[in-house]
């Protein structure tokens, strides 16, 4: 099968089509043809070799977020049949690019899975697994008072945009610090307060909780009270100890009901998602590039 491979630690160029092995369906598991791959910062950061834990060495293949059709199932997976639609996550942690979503054959668990609602179509899908669980789950590690205030740096971006909604409709306040020029679809996420990304942090609040999605670091931390919580979406430095404030680094688990439920309020409406571009498999370098880029109002997605 074709895929896209990282060929050697760099920029955009090092991405290459390349012929892979196709993969082999095994007890518990689905093949699924991928129809869209969200383009993650993840994806950028491995590309550069910038990768939690002992280095990967090239060649390897990116993407997490992945929707498609069934097209096998191994034993004991019953309740999906070919042709059917569903949409999951690679566990690229765990796979280290064996194999991943930029390509056009995945083989995953079961379990990775769920299906796509019918009036939902495969970009769209492909854009929830990773963030929308990323954002649900760092939720969940600031343990929040009823009616807290939160500020969600990064509300223009995929794990920013859900956490702000997600924080909303479970009551809280929520400030969210959005790109210049998307101020009105960030306010329609149901947030009190938009914030240019030129503000000082510092100069906000204190308040109790912040996820800091981007993440910038100190600014964000400065706009913490002390005793209150912080979340980040990659490594920042230590805050003062005596500060006496929780910070937590959100690192992704797979959660298939939280998913499914996810992609259902997507579906529904009840949650936004953006898809800023589509682009061709085949010119992933040109999709690195245009996330590297910045100032998009969504995600890229690979499509066939």
């Given at each position: 099968m074709r895929a896209v491979a990282v060929t050697a630690v760099g920029g955009p160029e090092v991405l290459r089509l390349v012929e892979w092995p196709e993969p082999v369906v095994g007890p518990g598991q689905v093949l699924v043809r991928v129809r869209a791959a969200s383009v993650n910062p993840a994806d950028?950061?491995?590309r550069a070799g910038v990768v939690v834990g002992a280095p990967i060495a090239p060649p390897f293949v990116l993407g997490w977020d992945f929707a498609g059709e069934v097209v096998g199932c191994g034993d004991g997976v019953t309740d999906l049949r070919p042709g059917g639609r569903v949409a999951g996550m690679v566990t690229w942690y765990e796979t280290r690019g064996a194999f991943g979503a930029y390509a056009e054959l995945v083989s995953v668990d079961r379990d990775s899975v769920v299906?796509?609602?019918?009036?939902?179509?495969?970009?769209?899908?492909?854009?929830?697994?990773?963030?929308?669980?990323?954002?649900?789950q760092a939720l969940s590690l600031m343990d929040?008072?009823?009616g807290s205030t939160v500020l969600v740096n990064g509300v223009s971006g995929g794990v920013g945009g859900f956490a702000a909604q997600l924080a909303a409709r479970a009551g809280h306040r929520v400030l969210a610090v959005a790109g210049q020029g998307d101020e009105e679809?960030?306010?329609?996420?149901?947030?009190?307060?938009?914030?240019?990304?030129?503000?000082?942090?510092?100069t906000v609040g204190p308040v109790p909780a912040v996820l800091d999605a981007v993440p910038v670091g100190a600014p964000a931390a400065a706009a913490v009270a002390d005793g209150g919580v912080l979340v980040t979406t990659r490594p920042t430095p230590p805050v003062d100890p005596a500060r006496g404030v929780r910070q937590h680094l959100v690192l992704i688990r797979l959660d298939q009901p939280m998913l499914a439920e996810l992609m259902a309020a997507v579906a529904d409406g009840s949650l936004r998602t953006r898809v800023a571009a589509t682009v061709p498999l085949t010119d992933a370098a040109h999709a690195h590039r245009l996330v590297e880029a910045g100032g998009l109002r969504g995600k890229v997605v690979l499509v066939p």
């Open positions: 950028l950061g491995s299906p796509i609602p019918d009036d939902l179509d495969p970009a769209a899908a492909a854009t929830v697994p990773l963030n929308a669980l990323t954002a649900r929040l008072a009823p679809w960030v306010r329609g996420l149901g947030v009190a307060e938009v914030l240019p990304r030129t503000t000082d942090l510092a």
